[in-house]
């Protein structure tokens, strides 16, 4: 049997690799893996038992209860709120949580029909080295913010740019110091920045790299 074509897309919060990963998945007829929704599961099931972030042992518990309940279906608005992306990205750096969703993203991968599109911060390093094509997506710290600051008005949560921005840098400095040998923009085979590019043209790119590469 012939192995899935896998995507493997990497890159900080709000640089586009979502939507990108989401598109691409849809236009290809692969199967498409949110893997940031993972640790956001994870961390609103914390949150909801009150266990403090900084439990560590309780956290890890937690989240082997959890394990069994990945492959269901999830509401997705009450993940996108940014105090459960932040719970995610602390406890995202506990090794042992790192290694319980291992295996559920590994198997996604290697069982899709057609192929698959993973989008993550650790997709083409970890999960799945062997990609047959790696994206890494970026843009800068301030274009992020503003683009987190537009969805988060979209839905009606009415916080300033300031705040949005300070906790945007908060959160690329844990992932960036945490996650730095998980995040590697230089092993990556294609980068893209997005800082002034929009959606379509992100898509546009992605895709002509694909076409240029696929086997
Ligand atoms: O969309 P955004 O980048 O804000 O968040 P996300 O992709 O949903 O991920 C939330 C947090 O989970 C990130 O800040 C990372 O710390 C963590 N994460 C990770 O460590 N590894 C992944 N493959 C995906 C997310």
Redesign the pocket.
């Known amino acids: 049997m012939k192995k899935p074509f896998v995507i493997a897309i990497d890159g ?3 640089s586009g690799k ?1 939507s990108l990963a989401k598109k691409l998945a849809e236009y290809l007829n692969f199967d498409f893996l949110d ?3 993972l ?2 599961r994870v961390a609103l099931y914390v949150l909801k038992q009150g266990i403090a972030l900084d439990n560590t042992e309780k956290i890890i518990k937690a989240a082997q209860e959890f394990q069994k309940n990945l492959s269901e279906p999830y509401d997705d608005a009450t993940l996108r709120r940014d105090n459960v ?1 932040n719970a ?2 602390h406890i ?1 750096q506990i090794p042992e949580i790192r290694q319980i969703l291992f295996d559920f993203q590994q198997n996604f991968a290697q069982n899709a029909k057609k192929g698959a599109v993973l989008d ?4 083409g390093t970890v999960i799945c080295p062997d990609a047959d094509l790696k994206l890494f997506i970026t843009a800068s710290t301030e274009k992020r913010a503003q683009r987190r600051h537009k969805e988060l008005h979209s839905r009606g949560l009415d916080v300033k740019y300031e705040a949005v921005l300070a906790e945007m840098q908060e ?1 690329d400095n844990r ?1 960036n110091v945490r ?1 730095k040998d998980h995040m590697r923009p230089d092993i990556d085979n294609h980068l893209i920045d997005t800082s002034d590019m929009g959606p379509d043209e992100v898509f546009q790119k992605a895709l002509d790299i694909y076409n240029s590469s696929s086997r």
Do not use: M, V
């Open positions: 900080p919060a709000a979502g893997t940031g929704a640790y956001r992306g995610a990205s995202a993550g911060r650790d997709i959160r992932d996650l």
